[in-house]
């Protein structure tokens, strides 16, 4: 997984940069001490997923996310915050809101994906077969746009993150 990191504060990003690059396939690509850097470094670098703090000095998180779910959907966004406060976070997760509309039934599935429930526990808990909620993990990727079933899965942890 290829990652850019984005906050002014050297510590913040050599401490996030160290625990990201001690799990398994996590490799940070470059790094950013102010939002205005982030659209060229997307360009240039392609990461999967960027770390972006919201508050910066000059260009703010905030700003930056519109311009990566415009130009970069496939660009998944994590976000931190300094602030306690569940608003700040809250009004970020609904600047990355992104992707086409799921049923129902496909965001129940997603959301129990993503809380580690197996194919077979999710059939039932939703008292559905294995083979209906196979189908509707395949129409998942297909809606997705994912080819490996490990990108669904790490979209649906990323999905379920909730403000506690």
Request: proline share 3%; glycine share 4%.
């Amino acid at each position: 997984m290829r990652i850019i990191l984005a906050d002014e504060h050297t510590l913040a990003r050599a401490g996030l940069r160290r625990l990201l690059e001690s799990l398994p396939g996590a490799e940070v690509v470059a790094e950013a001490d102010d939002g205005d850097q982030i659209a060229n470094l997307v360009a240039l670098h392609r990461p999967d997923v960027v770390v972006i703090d919201l508050i910066m000095s000059r260009v703010s998180g905030y700003d930056v996310l519109g311009h990566l779910k415009r130009d970069h959907p496939e660009v998944r966004v994590i976000v931190i915050s300094m602030h306690a406060d569940a608003e700040h976070v809250v009004q970020a997760q609904a600047q990355t809101q992104r992707g086409p509309k799921l049923s129902p039934r496909q965001s129940e599935i997603l959301q129990l994906l993503g809380e580690g429930f197996a194919t077979k526990e999710i059939a039932a808990h939703l008292q559905l077969s294995v083979k209906t909620v196979e189908t509707h993990r395949a129409r998942l990727m297909r809606s997705l746009h994912f080819r490996r079933s490990n990108e669904l899965l790490r979209y649906a942890v990323l999905s379920t993150v909730r403000v506690a």
